[in-house]
């Protein structure tokens, strides 16, 4: 007998009664047009009884999408939906044939396309064009949203997973060294760099932004072992600049891991400021704490810690590097890339965390999740849906490459705009998503054991003494 939501209740009774006058309210509707629907919650309720919905006798399809599942089928399976879980308003006449799943738009560009959203989760979302939609119109909307998600919705897929709703599997067991590290993540360092970044109006075509470049660097060479260079391109008539430091490994120094986050910012106003503090301040600041953590405990492997530039306008500063090592012969040596973008937003207390690559690298996904699970308190959800950041420039090149963004960002009130500043950030939720990031990469980079002293202790000679804290 299938499990029986704890939650009933009066309100279930309420909720079967509704469903049950929609059904007779519809019953003039035809049978071609009429979809019965519902969109159910499934936060964190596990595996079995997500099969149990999916499954539920006279169910056509569903679309999973995180926190929410899209059902359809008879009205008696939907009534049976509704009896088990809760439900949101019930969807009538709704036409699989224009259904779209949009990703990476945020909930104000949704309703800017004129069209009706049906579930939403993640920065994705099922939406419904209307009768009079053309082929010419998605092609339209991809024009104006470049590297945006916006194609016809697969039946019986999944979207967005949430972590805790995942069938068992073997977890990953992580070296005893990585809980030192973990632990040196400091929130509120990286929230002093977001404040610092977010003074610059970071535009790629403002003047500001080569300031920005320029603390960077200041701030990168000012680190043990870090060979630290920049990166030029075009950008729309303007001169664009990436800022690339090295850490070479030196048991393992041809194979190379990549994190990187864009420091570009834009806004309402670009030429009048653009903060840019959660969008990509927030990143960008987390690269610079996990260079300090790592350089004061070197990995085995060889790390690439890379601000870009250019990724407002179409992830310019991702896509030369990637060009620039495919010129060098080196792409074949980075195993990794992790990307992080807007890390620092949340719009409630639960902190989640979206995790993103493409199916060829979806083993990532279960070490990042893992990490978060033995190190954080993050509510995780992961996507094969990949688009919009600087980790697709990686993933199109072949590259495993993971996005690491904040769950809450499409509902961020300041996304682009001149009010993305440093206030309207949480510390504990980009500290927690920097936990996650600094176990799951020292464990695939090899970070050795830390050391009272990175230097001259064996030798006797205390003048090259320096603390294991930058």
């Excluded at 104006?144 to 990953?172: C, G, K, M, T, W």
């Excluded at 986050?261 to 996990?290: F, K, R, W």
């Excluded at 998503?433 to 054991?449: E, F, S, T, Y």
Aim: aromatic share 8%; proline share 5%.
């Amino acid at each position: 007998m299938p499990q029986v939501d704890s939650r009933v209740g009066t309100g279930t009774t309420c909720a079967v009664a509704a469903f049950l006058l929609w059904v007779l309210v519809g019953q003039s509707l035809s049978a071609a047009t009429r979809a019965p629907c519902a969109v159910a919650d499934i936060d964190q309720i596990g595996w079995q009884r997500l099969e149990t919905a999916k499954h539920t006798q006279g169910v056509s399809w569903w679309i999973e999408l995180g926190d929410e599942l899209l059902v359809c089928g008879t009205n008696e399976a939907i009534a049976s939906i509704v009896h088990r879980f809760d439900t949101g308003p019930l969807v009538a006449n709704l036409d699989p044939g224009r259904l779209r799943a949009a990703g990476g738009f945020h909930t104000s560009e949704l309703e800017q396309l004129g069209v009706e959203v049906i579930a939403r989760s993640s920065g994705s979302a099922i939406v419904q064009v209307g009768e009079s939609w053309q082929p010419e119109d998605d092609e339209r909307i991809l024009l104006q949203h470049p590297h945006r998600i916006f194609v016809a919705a697969e039946r019986n897929s999944v979207l967005v997973r949430q972590a805790a709703n995942d069938p068992p599997r073997p977890r990953q067991l992580f070296e005893s060294t990585v809980r030192d590290l973990v632990d040196r993540v400091d929130g509120d360092r990286w929230f002093a760099d977001v404040v610092v970044l977010a003074s610059y109006n970071r535009h790629t075509q403002n003047a500001g932004i080569h300031d920005a470049g320029d603390w960077l660097v200041s701030q990168l060479r000012s680190l043990p072992g870090l060979q630290v260079t920049t990166s030029s391109f075009g950008v729309g008539g303007a001169i664009a600049y990436n800022v690339l430091a090295t850490l070479v490994g030196e048991e393992r120094p041809d194979d190379w891991y990549i994190i990187g986050g864009h420091y570009d910012a834009t806004s309402e106003i670009p030429q009048l400021a653009a903060p840019g503090a959660e969008d990509n301040a927030s990143g960008c600041a987390g690269v610079l704490e996990m260079a300090r953590i790592f350089t004061a405990h070197q990995p085995e492997a060889t790390v690439l810690f890379n601000c870009y530039s250019g990724e407002e306008q179409g992830l310019f500063g991702s896509k030369d590097h990637v060009d620039d090592l495919v010129g060098a012969g080196n792409l074949s040596k980075v195993q990794t890339m992790l990307n992080l973008d807007m890390i620092g937003y949340t719009s409630d207390e639960d902190l989640d965390c979206k995790l993103e690559t493409d199916p060829f690298a979806a083993s990532l996904l279960d070490l990042f999740a893992d990490a978060a699970a033995e190190f954080t308190t993050l509510r995780i959800l992961t996507s094969l849906q990949t688009c919009c950041s600087d980790h697709v420039p990686y993933l199109d090149a072949n590259v495993p490459a993971l996005l690491a963004i904040e769950n809450d960002w499409f509902e961020y009130p300041y996304h682009h705009t001149t009010d993305d500043l440093p206030v309207h950030l949480t510390i504990a939720m980009g500290e927690e998503i920097l936990r996650m990031n600094v176990a799951a990469m020292a464990q695939v980079m090899g970070a050795p054991a830390p050391r009272l002293f990175l230097d001259g202790f064996e030798t006797g000679d205390t003048s090259t003494w320096a603390a294991s804290e930058p």
